[in-house]
């Protein structure tokens, strides 16, 4: 069993290496998209401080097999996957080939496709041929076997009298959120934000904080600034390369837990009154 609470500073494989079987309950993530065509691959423009993302399409889907293939030992059997994936204006068709890959190479099934608006997009007007993108994927898997018990905390809303036919609180495949919490020149500015974590959680966590969520691309720390900042208090762990991401985490996360603090100091007090 590996530390709760923790990001480290390695490789995910590494990290998972170390996992128990089943001993994550989501794993919630956005990786590096793979901008091959792009000359440098983002090195000179720092979008990240340390990661080159420019393997090759056939070793990036291959990467993403091997990845849900260990996703597949250190998730519960009931677990879920929210991978947020985009597509670069050079390689359009990239994210459905990964779910190809993923679906037929894996244990994984792919069951929804959340639709997420962001607040601005991708590429400014000054393309002629591209629309600009101001939403990305979050593709929803379950494990093959759990396609009809995987977990999602839907609730039910009401129970037909007749039938006995159970109806389920609505939540749509559309979901609004943040770009970003903050921009971090030089390290990553390639995230979404701790508001679409919460939002995630919301419906496929658990309750109380008996639930882990991982996060092997943990980039600045926004997934478990997420877990801090969600009301289902989820343990969380984190992988990732850079040392200068992994304290930059490490501080935001102290800020957030400290406004929480005293936030709840400052409620008890109100209704103490």
């Not at 496929?204 to 009301?231: H, I, K, L, R, S």
């Amino acid at each position: 069993m590996i530390s709760k609470n923790t990001i480290f500073n390695e490789d995910c494989f590494d990290t998972m290496s170390r996992m128990d079987d089943g001993e994550v309950d989501i794993i919630l993530t956005s990786p590096p998209y793979n901008m091959t065509k792009r000359k440098g691959g983002y090195a000179d423009t720092g979008r990240y401080d340390v990661y080159q993302d420019w393997k090759t399409e056939e070793e990036y889907i291959g990467f993403t097999t091997k990845l849900f293939n260990e996703f597949a030992r250190v998730v519960k059997p009931e677990g879920t996957v929210l991978y947020n994936f985009g597509y670069s204006i050079e390689n359009p068709s990239l994210p459905y080939k990964l779910v190809a890959s993923i679906v037929n190479d894996t244990d994984w099934y792919i069951v929804d496709t959340i639709c997420w608006k962001k607040s601005s997009g991708l590429p400014f007007p000054a393309n002629q041929y591209r629309l600009s993108r101001n939403w990305e994927f979050v593709w929803v898997f379950c494990k093959k076997s759990h396609i009809d018990n995987f977990f999602i905390d839907k609730g039910v809303a009401s129970v037909s009298e007749k039938t006995g036919q159970k109806y389920y609180n609505v939540y749509y495949n559309f979901i609004e959120a943040r770009n970003n919490d903050e921009k971090t020149p030089k390290l990553n500015q390639a995230t979404f934000s701790s508001e679409l974590v919460v939002k995630l959680l919301t419906i496929y966590g658990g309750n109380g904080n008996n639930f882990v969520v991982y996060d092997p691309f943990m980039g600045t720390g926004t997934t478990a600034v997420g877990c801090v900042e969600c009301p289902k208090q989820p343990s969380y762990i984190g992988s990732e390369i850079s040392k200068n991401q992994v304290e930059y985490s490490k501080e935001r996360l102290e800020k957030c837990i400290a406004t929480r603090k005293n936030t709840f100091v400052q409620d008890v007090e109100k209704h103490s009154t």
